[in-house]
């Protein structure tokens, strides 16, 4: 199985910082990969498809790159309305795997 | 527009099967390249993929839950039924289903809570 590694778990930031969330994979997924916000209560929402792909209605503070095994997930300019968890996914292999989750929270 | 919302009980007794429906609307399983998958989340952990099915019938399953799991579909119902046998309280959680576009999920149900307890 492939697995998903995030980094850090969690990330003390304040409005208007840059963010950035790293996801490693265990072995090549290409560029086979999702990112996911989710809020306290809510479900998961998706951000970014195909590692760099802005999701439709989602805005470009947020933005994605890497491939191979490597992978960051941007936010350009923090948000209140972005305090939350996000996940990434890979959907390279038979299998799906999610990372681990990193909780973003004010600083 | 798509929506998805999971159905079943909230509380099972540990060994016992559980069964969840997700019921949805604005797509159809008959269609190509369609698929609906199962996500479960503990109370304060991360997400965890169980199982998908696609439009032609091609299921897959996590390889930790493969032989407790199994998954279909009811084009007609517009539903897919997850079942989850020999429950054990490790297995309390939120259970999403969720749209497939190819292999990322792009919309969500609400997701539905179920306890393991006796």
């Known amino acids: 199985d492939i697995q998903m590694t995030q980094s850090p778990s969690t990330l003390s930031a304040s409005v208007g910082d840059r963010v950035t969330i790293t996801c490693r994979a265990s072995e090549s997924i290409s560029f086979w990969l999702a990112w996911y916000q989710q809020k306290p209560g809510e479900a998961p929402k998706l951000l970014i498809y195909?590692?760099?792909s802005l999701e439709s209605g989602v805005p470009s503070r947020f933005s994605g790159s890497g491939s191979g095994t490597e992978f960051t997930l941007t936010i350009s300019s923090l948000q209140p309305d972005d305090f939350a968890t996000y996940y990434c996914?890979?959907?390279?292999?038979?299998?799906?795997?999610f990372g681990g989750g990193t909780k973003v929270e004010i600083k | 527009q798509i929506t998805l919302k999971e159905s079943g009980p909230t509380l099972v007794k540990p060994t016992q099967t559980l069964t969840l429906t997700c019921t949805f609307s604005?797509?159809?399983?008959?269609?190509?390249?369609?698929?609906v998958g199962w996500i479960r989340q503990p109370p304060g952990k991360a997400l965890e993929w169980l199982a998908l099915?696609?439009?032609?019938?091609?299921?897959r399953y996590s390889p930790s839950l493969r032989t407790r799991l199994a998954i279909t579909k009811d084009t007609s119902k517009n539903q897919v039924v997850l079942t989850l046998t020999n429950m054990d309280p490790v297995d309390t959680a939120t259970y999403y289903c969720a749209h497939l576009r190819r292999r990322f999920f792009d919309s969500w149900g609400q997701g539905t809570l179920v306890t393991v307890s006796s």
């Open positions: 996914q890979q959907y390279n292999s038979y299998y799906i795997t």
């Open positions: 195909k590692a760099s």
């Open positions: 604005g797509f159809s399983l008959n269609t190509g390249a369609v698929g």
């Open positions: 099915i696609y439009w032609d019938d091609d299921s």
